[in-house]
Protein backbone atom coordinates (compact mmCIF):
# COMPACT_ATOMS: atom_id res chain seq x y z
CA UNK A 1 0.00 0.00 0.00
CA UNK A 2 1.01 3.72 -0.96
CA UNK A 3 0.54 5.83 1.62
CA UNK A 4 -0.19 9.53 0.70
CA UNK A 5 1.44 12.60 1.38
CA UNK A 6 -0.84 14.74 3.58
CA UNK A 7 -2.26 17.78 1.43
CA UNK A 8 -4.31 20.47 2.89
CA UNK A 9 -5.02 22.43 -0.04
CA UNK A 10 -4.54 21.99 -3.75
CA UNK A 11 -1.27 22.81 -4.65
CA UNK A 12 -0.36 26.49 -7.05
CA UNK A 13 -1.90 26.18 -10.50
CA UNK A 14 -2.12 28.28 -13.37
CA UNK A 15 -5.33 30.23 -14.33
CA UNK A 16 -5.80 28.00 -16.93
CA UNK A 17 -5.71 25.21 -14.86
CA UNK A 18 -7.59 26.88 -12.34
CA UNK A 19 -10.66 27.66 -15.02
CA UNK A 20 -10.25 23.66 -15.89
CA UNK A 21 -10.37 22.51 -12.49
CA UNK A 22 -13.52 24.82 -11.87
CA UNK A 23 -15.18 23.27 -15.18
CA UNK A 24 -14.34 19.81 -14.12
CA UNK A 25 -17.95 18.78 -13.12
CA UNK A 26 -16.79 18.12 -9.65
CA UNK A 27 -18.65 21.50 -8.62
CA UNK A 28 -22.46 21.69 -9.88
CA UNK A 29 -23.41 24.93 -10.67
CA UNK A 30 -20.03 26.09 -11.96
CA UNK A 31 -20.21 26.05 -16.02
CA UNK A 32 -17.47 26.61 -18.44
CA UNK A 33 -18.79 30.32 -18.97
CA UNK A 34 -19.28 30.97 -15.21
CA UNK A 35 -15.24 29.28 -14.58
CA UNK A 36 -14.29 31.93 -17.26
CA UNK A 37 -16.00 34.61 -15.12
CA UNK A 38 -14.33 33.88 -11.97
CA UNK A 39 -10.84 33.32 -13.19
CA UNK A 40 -11.46 36.30 -15.31
CA UNK A 41 -12.26 38.67 -12.19
CA UNK A 42 -10.37 37.16 -8.69
CA UNK A 43 -7.39 35.54 -11.13
CA UNK A 44 -4.89 33.44 -8.85
CA UNK A 45 -6.83 34.40 -5.86
CA UNK A 46 -9.82 32.11 -8.11
CA UNK A 47 -10.37 29.52 -5.42
CA UNK A 48 -9.08 31.17 -2.20
CA UNK A 49 -11.63 34.22 -2.70
CA UNK A 50 -14.26 30.82 -2.96
CA UNK A 51 -13.21 29.02 -0.62
CA UNK A 52 -12.62 32.01 2.29
CA UNK A 53 -14.27 35.00 1.17
CA UNK A 54 -17.01 33.85 -1.14
CA UNK A 55 -18.86 36.99 -0.33
CA UNK A 56 -16.37 39.09 -2.56
CA UNK A 57 -18.28 37.27 -5.31
CA UNK A 58 -21.14 39.53 -5.07
CA UNK A 59 -18.46 41.96 -6.85
CA UNK A 60 -18.95 40.14 -9.59
CA UNK A 61 -21.13 41.77 -12.59
CA UNK A 62 -22.29 38.98 -14.16
CA UNK A 63 -23.59 37.07 -11.25
CA UNK A 64 -26.94 37.35 -9.64
CA UNK A 65 -27.09 35.56 -6.24
CA UNK A 66 -29.15 32.47 -7.53
CA UNK A 67 -25.92 31.45 -9.22
CA UNK A 68 -23.47 32.56 -6.49
CA UNK A 69 -25.65 30.76 -3.87
CA UNK A 70 -25.08 27.58 -6.13
CA UNK A 71 -21.63 28.29 -6.80
CA UNK A 72 -20.75 28.43 -2.74
CA UNK A 73 -23.19 25.62 -2.06
CA UNK A 74 -20.98 23.30 -4.83
CA UNK A 75 -17.89 24.41 -3.35
CA UNK A 76 -18.93 23.24 0.13
CA UNK A 77 -20.45 20.13 -0.73
CA UNK A 78 -17.35 19.40 -2.74
CA UNK A 79 -15.07 19.64 0.37
CA UNK A 80 -16.50 16.44 1.36
CA UNK A 81 -16.61 14.79 -2.00
CA UNK A 82 -13.56 11.92 -2.03
CA UNK A 83 -12.80 12.87 -5.39
CA UNK A 84 -11.57 16.66 -4.46
CA UNK A 85 -9.01 15.12 -2.12
CA UNK A 86 -7.38 12.57 -4.67
CA UNK A 87 -7.56 15.71 -7.17
CA UNK A 88 -5.34 17.57 -4.40
CA UNK A 89 -2.83 14.28 -3.90
CA UNK A 90 -2.39 13.92 -7.85
CA UNK A 91 -1.28 17.29 -8.02
CA UNK A 92 0.55 17.72 -4.57
CA UNK A 93 3.24 14.87 -6.59
CA UNK A 94 3.51 16.92 -9.56
CA UNK A 95 0.94 14.86 -11.97
CA UNK A 96 -0.74 17.68 -14.59
CA UNK A 97 -4.03 18.43 -14.47
CA UNK A 98 -5.42 17.30 -17.47
CA UNK A 99 -4.07 13.93 -16.55
CA UNK A 100 -5.46 14.03 -13.07
CA UNK A 101 -8.94 14.82 -14.12
CA UNK A 102 -9.22 11.87 -16.62
CA UNK A 103 -7.55 9.62 -13.44
CA UNK A 104 -10.83 10.47 -11.41
CA UNK A 105 -13.35 10.97 -14.21
CA UNK A 106 -12.29 7.08 -14.64
CA UNK A 107 -12.31 5.74 -11.36
CA UNK A 108 -14.53 8.38 -9.34
CA UNK A 109 -14.79 7.67 -5.75
CA UNK A 110 -12.60 5.12 -6.03
CA UNK A 111 -9.61 6.99 -7.44
CA UNK A 112 -7.74 7.29 -4.15
CA UNK A 113 -8.07 3.54 -3.02
CA UNK A 114 -7.07 2.51 -6.84
CA UNK A 115 -3.90 4.86 -6.45
CA UNK A 116 -3.01 3.56 -3.44
CA UNK A 117 -3.04 -0.22 -3.71
CA UNK A 118 -2.11 -0.02 -7.34
CA UNK A 119 -1.02 3.24 -9.32
CA UNK A 120 0.33 0.70 -12.55
CA UNK A 121 -3.23 -0.36 -13.10
CA UNK A 122 -4.07 2.90 -14.71
CA UNK A 123 -1.53 1.44 -17.75
CA UNK A 124 -4.62 -1.02 -18.61
CA UNK A 125 -7.43 1.33 -17.59
CA UNK A 126 -7.04 4.42 -18.88
CA UNK A 127 -5.96 5.09 -22.80
CA UNK A 128 -3.01 7.29 -23.33
CA UNK A 129 -0.77 6.14 -19.98
CA UNK A 130 2.19 4.24 -20.34
CA UNK A 131 4.17 2.98 -18.22
CA UNK A 132 6.46 5.30 -17.50
CA UNK A 133 3.68 7.50 -16.46
CA UNK A 134 2.29 5.21 -13.97
CA UNK A 135 5.93 4.55 -12.68
CA UNK A 136 6.31 8.36 -12.43
CA UNK A 137 3.13 8.65 -10.61
CA UNK A 138 3.80 5.56 -7.88
CA UNK A 139 7.56 6.93 -7.44
CA UNK A 140 5.60 10.28 -6.50
CA UNK A 141 3.15 8.30 -4.24
CA UNK A 142 6.12 6.71 -2.32
CA UNK A 143 6.32 3.45 -3.69
CA UNK A 144 10.14 2.17 -3.09
CA UNK A 145 11.85 1.73 -6.59
CA UNK A 146 13.14 -1.66 -5.79
CA UNK A 147 9.88 -2.87 -4.52
CA UNK A 148 8.64 -6.33 -5.57
CA UNK A 149 5.62 -4.38 -7.09
CA UNK A 150 7.07 -1.77 -9.41
CA UNK A 151 9.99 -5.05 -10.51
CA UNK A 152 6.58 -7.30 -11.63
CA UNK A 153 4.90 -4.45 -12.78
CA UNK A 154 8.08 -3.81 -15.05
CA UNK A 155 8.46 -7.76 -15.98
CA UNK A 156 4.61 -7.49 -17.01
CA UNK A 157 5.09 -4.24 -18.91
CA UNK A 158 8.12 -5.88 -20.54
CA UNK A 159 6.29 -9.06 -22.03
CA UNK A 160 3.26 -7.24 -23.20
CA UNK A 161 4.72 -4.43 -24.89
CA UNK A 162 6.89 -7.47 -26.94
CA UNK A 163 3.59 -8.77 -27.42
CA UNK A 164 2.78 -5.68 -29.63
CA UNK A 165 6.11 -5.59 -31.73
CA UNK A 166 4.66 -9.45 -33.00
CA UNK A 167 6.47 -11.44 -29.47
CA UNK A 168 4.48 -14.21 -28.65
CA UNK A 169 7.25 -14.83 -26.25
CA UNK A 170 11.04 -13.33 -24.82
CA UNK A 171 13.57 -15.70 -24.02
CA UNK A 172 14.26 -15.14 -20.02
CA UNK A 173 17.64 -13.16 -20.59
CA UNK A 174 16.29 -10.58 -23.39
CA UNK A 175 13.05 -10.21 -21.15
CA UNK A 176 15.24 -9.71 -17.83
CA UNK A 177 18.01 -7.24 -19.52
CA UNK A 178 14.86 -5.26 -21.00
CA UNK A 179 13.16 -4.89 -17.35
CA UNK A 180 16.66 -3.78 -16.01
CA UNK A 181 16.71 -1.04 -18.84
CA UNK A 182 12.56 0.05 -17.96
CA UNK A 183 13.43 0.28 -14.44
CA UNK A 184 16.92 2.30 -14.30
CA UNK A 185 16.82 5.52 -12.82
CA UNK A 186 19.30 7.81 -12.34
CA UNK A 187 19.55 7.23 -8.41
CA UNK A 188 18.61 3.16 -8.80
CA UNK A 189 19.77 0.37 -11.11
CA UNK A 190 17.55 -2.75 -10.73
CA UNK A 191 19.18 -5.93 -8.91
CA UNK A 192 18.91 -8.39 -11.41
CA UNK A 193 18.82 -11.55 -8.89
CA UNK A 194 16.08 -9.71 -7.20
CA UNK A 195 14.62 -9.37 -11.13
CA UNK A 196 15.29 -12.71 -11.43
CA UNK A 197 13.68 -14.19 -8.29
CA UNK A 198 10.26 -12.06 -9.04
CA UNK A 199 9.80 -13.55 -12.46
CA UNK A 200 10.42 -17.27 -10.58
CA UNK A 201 7.19 -15.68 -8.00
CA UNK A 202 5.20 -14.86 -11.02
CA UNK A 203 5.88 -18.03 -12.94
CA UNK A 204 4.88 -19.81 -9.48
CA UNK A 205 1.91 -18.11 -9.24
CA UNK A 206 0.95 -18.68 -12.71
CA UNK A 207 1.20 -15.17 -13.99
CA UNK A 208 3.56 -16.03 -16.41
CA UNK A 209 4.55 -19.31 -17.97
CA UNK A 210 8.03 -20.59 -19.00
CA UNK A 211 7.47 -22.13 -22.79
CA UNK A 212 8.56 -25.78 -24.27
CA UNK A 213 11.56 -23.86 -26.00
CA UNK A 214 14.22 -23.25 -23.57
CA UNK A 215 14.04 -20.11 -21.46
CA UNK A 216 11.48 -18.79 -23.18
CA UNK A 217 8.94 -17.01 -21.18
CA UNK A 218 5.23 -16.09 -21.78
CA UNK A 219 2.35 -14.02 -20.51
CA UNK A 220 0.04 -16.79 -19.85
CA UNK A 221 -2.97 -15.66 -22.46
CA UNK A 222 -0.30 -16.18 -25.00
CA UNK A 223 1.05 -19.23 -23.98
CA UNK A 224 -2.28 -20.52 -23.77
CA UNK A 225 -3.65 -19.23 -27.08
CA UNK A 226 -0.60 -20.95 -28.81
CA UNK A 227 -0.38 -24.22 -26.87
CA UNK A 228 -4.20 -24.28 -27.99
CA UNK A 229 -4.01 -23.97 -31.86
CA UNK A 230 -0.88 -26.17 -32.02
CA UNK A 231 -3.35 -29.07 -30.14
CA UNK A 232 -6.14 -27.88 -32.79
CA UNK A 233 -3.78 -28.99 -35.82
CA UNK A 234 -2.46 -31.75 -34.66
CA UNK A 235 -5.82 -32.94 -33.87
CA UNK A 236 -6.84 -31.70 -37.77
CA UNK A 237 -3.55 -33.35 -39.43
CA UNK A 238 -4.36 -36.51 -37.57
CA UNK A 239 -7.82 -37.18 -39.11
CA UNK A 240 -8.81 -39.33 -41.74
CA UNK A 241 -8.24 -38.11 -44.73
CA UNK A 242 -11.46 -37.14 -47.48
CA UNK A 243 -12.33 -38.99 -51.16
CA UNK A 244 -11.60 -36.87 -54.19
CA UNK A 245 -13.32 -38.80 -56.49
CA UNK A 246 -16.17 -36.20 -56.96
CA UNK A 247 -13.63 -33.57 -57.91
CA UNK A 248 -11.81 -35.77 -60.31
CA UNK A 249 -15.15 -36.64 -61.78
CA UNK A 250 -16.20 -32.40 -62.01
CA UNK A 251 -12.64 -31.75 -63.38
CA UNK A 252 -12.69 -34.37 -66.24
CA UNK A 253 -15.91 -33.33 -67.46
CA UNK A 254 -16.42 -29.48 -67.10
CA UNK A 255 -17.98 -28.10 -69.95
CA UNK A 256 -20.71 -25.26 -68.65
CA UNK A 257 -19.06 -21.93 -70.26
CA UNK A 258 -18.74 -20.63 -66.58
CA UNK A 259 -15.83 -23.14 -66.05
CA UNK A 260 -14.05 -22.71 -69.34
CA UNK A 261 -11.11 -20.88 -67.47
CA UNK A 262 -10.49 -24.33 -65.47
CA UNK A 263 -8.53 -25.55 -68.70
CA UNK A 264 -5.67 -23.24 -67.88
CA UNK A 265 -5.12 -24.93 -64.39
CA UNK A 266 -1.57 -25.74 -64.19
CA UNK A 267 -0.63 -29.13 -62.61
CA UNK A 268 0.62 -27.53 -59.65
CA UNK A 269 -2.77 -25.65 -58.93
CA UNK A 270 -4.81 -28.88 -59.65
CA UNK A 271 -2.47 -30.34 -57.26
CA UNK A 272 -3.68 -27.67 -54.60
CA UNK A 273 -7.01 -28.77 -55.38
CA UNK A 274 -7.05 -32.25 -55.03
CA UNK A 275 -4.56 -31.33 -51.26
CA UNK A 276 -7.78 -28.92 -50.31
CA UNK A 277 -10.38 -31.49 -50.51
CA UNK A 278 -8.55 -34.32 -49.41
CA UNK A 279 -7.30 -32.73 -46.47
CA UNK A 280 -9.25 -31.30 -43.27
CA UNK A 281 -6.60 -28.61 -42.89
CA UNK A 282 -3.73 -27.56 -45.85
CA UNK A 283 -2.18 -24.33 -46.77
CA UNK A 284 -1.78 -22.98 -50.40
CA UNK A 285 1.40 -20.89 -50.59
CA UNK A 286 3.64 -18.96 -52.86
CA UNK A 287 4.52 -15.22 -53.85
CA UNK A 288 3.11 -12.84 -56.01
CA UNK A 289 1.69 -13.96 -59.78
CA UNK A 290 2.01 -17.67 -58.49
CA UNK A 291 -2.40 -18.42 -59.17
CA UNK A 292 -3.45 -18.66 -56.26
CA UNK A 293 -6.74 -16.72 -56.41
CA UNK A 294 -7.02 -19.14 -59.37
CA UNK A 295 -7.30 -21.83 -57.53
CA UNK A 296 -9.27 -20.55 -54.60
CA UNK A 297 -12.10 -19.36 -57.71
CA UNK A 298 -12.04 -22.88 -58.89
CA UNK A 299 -12.38 -24.56 -55.43
CA UNK A 300 -15.46 -22.54 -54.94
CA UNK A 301 -16.87 -23.05 -58.25
CA UNK A 302 -16.48 -26.53 -57.04
CA UNK A 303 -18.09 -26.00 -53.50
CA UNK A 304 -20.99 -24.25 -55.05
CA UNK A 305 -21.59 -27.03 -57.54
CA UNK A 306 -21.91 -29.59 -54.62
CA UNK A 307 -23.80 -27.48 -52.46
CA UNK A 308 -20.95 -26.77 -49.88
CA UNK A 309 -21.62 -24.08 -47.29
CA UNK A 310 -18.48 -21.87 -47.28
CA UNK A 311 -17.28 -19.13 -45.42
CA UNK A 312 -14.61 -16.82 -47.15
CA UNK A 313 -12.52 -14.24 -45.00
CA UNK A 314 -9.43 -12.45 -44.93
CA UNK A 315 -8.07 -10.42 -42.05
CA UNK A 316 -8.94 -7.05 -43.65
CA UNK A 317 -11.42 -5.48 -45.31
CA UNK A 318 -9.94 -4.90 -48.35
CA UNK A 319 -8.51 -8.27 -48.90
CA UNK A 320 -12.01 -9.68 -48.12
CA UNK A 321 -13.35 -7.42 -51.19
CA UNK A 322 -10.30 -8.59 -53.04
CA UNK A 323 -11.35 -12.37 -52.53
CA UNK A 324 -15.03 -11.39 -53.34
CA UNK A 325 -13.91 -9.88 -56.48
CA UNK A 326 -11.87 -12.84 -57.76
CA UNK A 327 -14.63 -15.71 -56.96
CA UNK A 328 -17.98 -14.18 -57.61
CA UNK A 329 -19.03 -14.98 -53.53
CA UNK A 330 -19.60 -12.65 -50.52
CA UNK A 331 -16.07 -12.78 -48.12
CA UNK A 332 -16.08 -10.91 -45.10
CA UNK A 333 -13.42 -10.17 -42.44
CA UNK A 334 -12.35 -12.80 -39.90
CA UNK A 335 -13.76 -10.33 -36.80
CA UNK A 336 -17.55 -9.65 -39.17
CA UNK A 337 -17.31 -13.69 -39.52
CA UNK A 338 -17.45 -14.64 -35.92
CA UNK A 339 -19.08 -11.21 -34.71
CA UNK A 340 -16.79 -9.24 -32.93
CA UNK A 341 -18.79 -7.65 -29.48
CA UNK A 342 -17.14 -4.36 -28.98
CA UNK A 343 -18.37 -4.29 -25.26
CA UNK A 344 -18.26 -7.82 -24.30
CA UNK A 345 -14.51 -7.83 -25.91
CA UNK A 346 -15.61 -11.21 -27.16
CA UNK A 347 -16.79 -13.41 -30.09
CA UNK A 348 -20.40 -14.37 -30.91
CA UNK A 349 -19.33 -16.94 -32.76
CA UNK A 350 -16.93 -19.59 -30.00
CA UNK A 351 -16.03 -22.86 -28.44
CA UNK A 352 -19.77 -22.51 -27.25
CA UNK A 353 -21.45 -21.15 -30.33
CA UNK A 354 -19.80 -22.93 -33.42
CA UNK A 355 -19.89 -21.55 -36.50
CA UNK A 356 -22.72 -23.76 -38.97
CA UNK A 357 -19.90 -23.76 -42.58
CA UNK A 358 -18.40 -26.57 -44.15
CA UNK A 359 -15.57 -25.22 -45.41
CA UNK A 360 -13.37 -22.09 -44.11
CA UNK A 361 -10.98 -20.14 -46.97
CA UNK A 362 -9.05 -17.88 -45.30
CA UNK A 363 -6.98 -15.47 -47.34
CA UNK A 364 -3.97 -13.41 -46.80
CA UNK A 365 -2.95 -15.22 -44.00
CA UNK A 366 0.20 -14.13 -43.15
CA UNK A 367 -1.64 -11.36 -41.57
CA UNK A 368 -3.57 -13.70 -38.56
CA UNK A 369 -1.94 -13.36 -35.41
CA UNK A 370 -1.86 -16.21 -32.75
CA UNK A 371 -4.63 -14.91 -30.61
CA UNK A 372 -7.37 -14.41 -33.41
CA UNK A 373 -6.63 -17.68 -34.93
CA UNK A 374 -7.26 -19.39 -31.55
CA UNK A 375 -10.76 -17.56 -31.79
CA UNK A 376 -11.13 -18.64 -35.50
CA UNK A 377 -10.64 -22.31 -34.82
CA UNK A 378 -12.27 -22.45 -31.74
CA UNK A 379 -15.51 -21.36 -33.45
CA UNK A 380 -15.30 -24.32 -35.85
CA UNK A 381 -17.42 -27.62 -35.81
CA UNK A 382 -15.17 -30.99 -36.49
CA UNK A 383 -16.78 -31.38 -40.20
CA UNK A 384 -15.13 -27.98 -41.08
CA UNK A 385 -12.44 -28.26 -43.42
CA UNK A 386 -9.66 -25.30 -43.70
CA UNK A 387 -7.89 -23.58 -46.24
CA UNK A 388 -5.31 -21.49 -45.43
CA UNK A 389 -3.42 -19.48 -48.09
CA UNK A 390 -0.73 -16.44 -48.29
CA UNK A 391 2.04 -15.77 -48.72
CA UNK A 392 5.01 -16.15 -45.76
CA UNK A 393 7.27 -13.21 -47.07
CA UNK A 394 3.80 -10.80 -47.77
CA UNK A 395 3.14 -8.39 -44.77
CA UNK A 396 3.31 -10.49 -40.78
CA UNK A 397 0.47 -9.81 -38.47
CA UNK A 398 0.30 -6.94 -36.57
CA UNK A 399 -0.78 -8.81 -33.17
CA UNK A 400 2.01 -11.75 -31.86
CA UNK A 401 2.60 -14.67 -33.64
CA UNK A 402 3.48 -15.34 -37.16
CA UNK A 403 1.55 -18.34 -37.99
CA UNK A 404 1.89 -19.07 -41.09
CA UNK A 405 5.21 -18.89 -41.43
CA UNK A 406 5.81 -21.30 -38.33
CA UNK A 407 2.77 -23.73 -39.55
CA UNK A 408 4.60 -23.80 -43.26
CA UNK A 409 7.80 -24.39 -41.11
CA UNK A 410 6.51 -27.26 -38.62
CA UNK A 411 5.92 -29.12 -42.52
CA UNK A 412 2.85 -30.79 -40.45
CA UNK A 413 -0.02 -29.16 -42.29
CA UNK A 414 -0.28 -30.42 -45.63
CA UNK A 415 1.30 -27.70 -48.48
CA UNK A 416 0.93 -27.19 -51.61
CA UNK A 417 4.03 -24.55 -52.87
CA UNK A 418 3.24 -22.64 -56.30
CA UNK A 419 6.29 -22.13 -58.58
CA UNK A 420 5.08 -20.84 -61.38
CA UNK A 421 4.59 -17.30 -62.27
CA UNK A 422 1.88 -16.68 -64.25
CA UNK A 423 1.72 -12.72 -64.22
CA UNK A 424 4.28 -12.10 -66.85
CA UNK A 425 5.84 -13.77 -69.73
CA UNK A 426 7.83 -16.66 -69.49
CA UNK A 427 11.81 -14.70 -70.30
CA UNK A 428 10.81 -11.85 -68.67
CA UNK A 429 13.59 -10.00 -67.01
CA UNK A 430 10.95 -8.99 -64.15
Known sequence: MISFPKVDKLPELTLSEIQ?????????????????????????DTLLVIDTAPEKLLAVPQLGKSRIDKITKAWSESKANPIRGAIAQLLAVRTSLRLTLKICDYYGHQTSSVLKSDPYKLIDDIEGIGFKTADELA????????????????????LKEALSEGNCFLPESHLLARAVSLLQRQEHT???????????????NQTLV???????????????????????????????????????????NFEAPEYK???????????????????????ITGGPGRGKTHVLKTLVQWLASI???????????????????????????????LQWQGLGHAFH????????????????????????FNSLLKALPAKTKILLVGDSDQLPSVGAGMVLRDLLNSEIVPTTRLQTIFRQRDKSPI
Open 139 to 158: ISLGIPLSSETRYSKGLLHV
Open 20 to 44: QYLESGLFRGIGKKTAQTLVEHFGY
Open 307 to 337: GATIALAAPTGKAANRMKDATGMEASTIHRL
Open 190 to 204: PDYKSLSNILGQLVE
Open 261 to 283: ELSRLSDEQISALFMAVKHPISI
Open 349 to 372: YNENNLLDIDWLIVDEFSMVDIFL
Open 210 to 252: YGEVANSVYQRAAYRAELSVALKIQTLVNRPTYSTEHLEHWLA
